[in-house]
């Protein structure tokens, strides 16, 4: 079997990249991967597999930082522009880009999910004729939008292993499952789909990264802990507005509010348990130059090493943000939009993959473990599959960079995907195999 899967890897592998650079000049971010999806769920259900979409796929309720209805509207029309079948496209209404797909081998045998990725970053890729997409004609043609973080790279690595794994079936017991997420930017998409059941009765669980850690051709980190768990908040400040001249004691300064939260959320003490962060990373407020203002928003995000620690960051920014309003007299609101639990790789699941990766000669530098040291909405679902008996793990495959993730330089050497392929069949075989 391993010889099957070195041969058709090399029959795909000029598939795998043609299809990379399709996905790369076509960027969708979160909760608008109609095309990618569409053209993800064409390719799995020719493969024999059975698609979970819509909402049996993702939770609407628990859907976060969902774009407006006019916005989901405008990128449909452009999927559809672009290639993207029409029907596909409309069923996934609201932002519903999220599916799995099934492949049932026997009635009982392991359950084996893999997860990827399929979002683009909002980032405008570089213009530069040195860079290569922009060379060889496969840099994004949608403007704001970037695949500077590889889930292109992803999602055409997911389908070649689904390929590989589907010509294998008469050899493998038990059952295999591909989640396509939406929405990893900004922690906003495993939630959902957990939610949905994505991850129910699941024994084993993968997911991948390209590069990140892996910054070498060659390299391989079988599994990741210290994945740090995060919030992302959008805060409204509402006063008063009133004339700045004539009757300034009549409004209630919005702006000054959120101001006073924004620098005291900065002076949240540290904790000895471990590693937080905190960052305000926009503030807007006010109406005009005579105006008491009445009305600001601040975004922001708390991260820490362990879910513990990060309800710690999220408490204390909660009672700031009372204070802050009260002291002017304002009311306030919270908005969740991401976030994400932390999670440790399983030690069982490292050594499975770092077995298969031995099988692999293009991996000669082998990690096994690694603190992962970011957030990355994965850690929600592995820890998912662990809470219920299963075990998981995260993999980043290393890969040759033109610059580091979500840079609009962001570009890697492709001979670094058929291998992320192989690794995804052989791991399959390992825990499949009859
Ligand atoms: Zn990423």
Redesign the pocket.
């Given at each position: 079997m391993i010889n099957y899967i070195k041969n058709k890897v090399k029959e795909l592998e000029q598939e795998i990249i043609k299809r990379r650079r399709d996905l790369h000049r076509h960027p969708e971010a979160g909760w608008t991967e109609f095309r990618t999806s569409a053209l993800a769920q064409k390719k799995m259900k020719e493969l024999g597999y059975t698609l979970t979409t819509g909402e049996k796929a993702v939770s609407k309720k628990e859907m976060m930082g969902v774009p407006t209805a006019e916005e989901l509207k405008k990128h449909q029309e452009r999927a559809i522009a672009q290639g993207a079948d029409p029907e596909t496209v409309k069923a996934m209404e609201g932002g519903l880009t999220g599916f799995w797909a099934d492949m049932k081998f026997s009635e009982d045998g392991p359950r084996l999910a893999f997860r990827f990725?399929m979002d683009s970053n909002d980032v405008t890729e570089s213009k530069d004729p040195g860079h290569r997409p922009v060379k060889e004609g496969f840099a994004s043609v949608n403007d704001g939008a970037m695949h500077a973080?590889?889930?292109d790279a992803?999602v055409s690595i997911g389908l070649a292993a689904a390929q590989i794994i589907a010509g294998m079936k008469d050899k493998l017991k038990g059952s295999v499952r591909f989640i396509f997420q939406p929405a990893?930017?900004g922690l906003r998409g495993a939630g959902p789909m957990v939610a949905a059941g994505a991850v129910d009765g699941v024994d084993y669980i993968v997911g991948m990264?390209v590069g990140?850690q892996a910054a070498h051709k060659g390299e391989l980190i079988c599994g990741a802990d210290g994945f740090l768990a995060s919030t992302k908040w959008d805060v409204r400040f509402k006063g008063l507005a009133a004339h700045a001249g004539a009757y300034p004691q009549e409004g209630k300064n919005a702006l000054l509010a959120a101001c006073a939260a924004a620098v005291n959320l900065h002076a949240i003490s540290r904790h000895s348990e471990g590693a937080t962060r905190i960052n305000v990373g926009k503030l807007t407020a006010g109406e005009g130059r005579n105006v008491i203002p009445s009305e600001a928003l601040i975004v922001m995000e708390t991260r820490g090493i362990t879910s513990e620690l990060n309800d710690y960051m999220v408490s204390e920014s909660g009672r700031i943000i009372k204070a802050a309003a009260e002291m002017y007299g304002c009311e306030y609101s919270i908005e969740v939009t991401g976030g994400t639990k932390s999670g440790k790789s399983s030690r069982e699941m490292i050594k499975l993959v770092a077995e298969a990766a031995g099988e692999i000669p293009y991996y000669t530098d082998i990690t096994e473990l690694k603190d992962f040291g970011a957030g990355?909405d994965y850690a929600h679902m592995m820890s998912a599959v662990q809470e219920q008996g299963g075990i998981g793990t995260y993999i980043q495959t290393g890969i040759d960079r033109t610059a580091g993730?979500h840079n609009n330089k962001f570009d890697f050497d492709e001979t670094g995907l058929a291998p992320a392929a192989e690794l995804a069949a052989i791991t399959a075989l390992k825990i499949l195999g009859k």
């Open positions: 990725d973080c590889g889930h992803h990893e930017e990264h990140f990355e993730h």
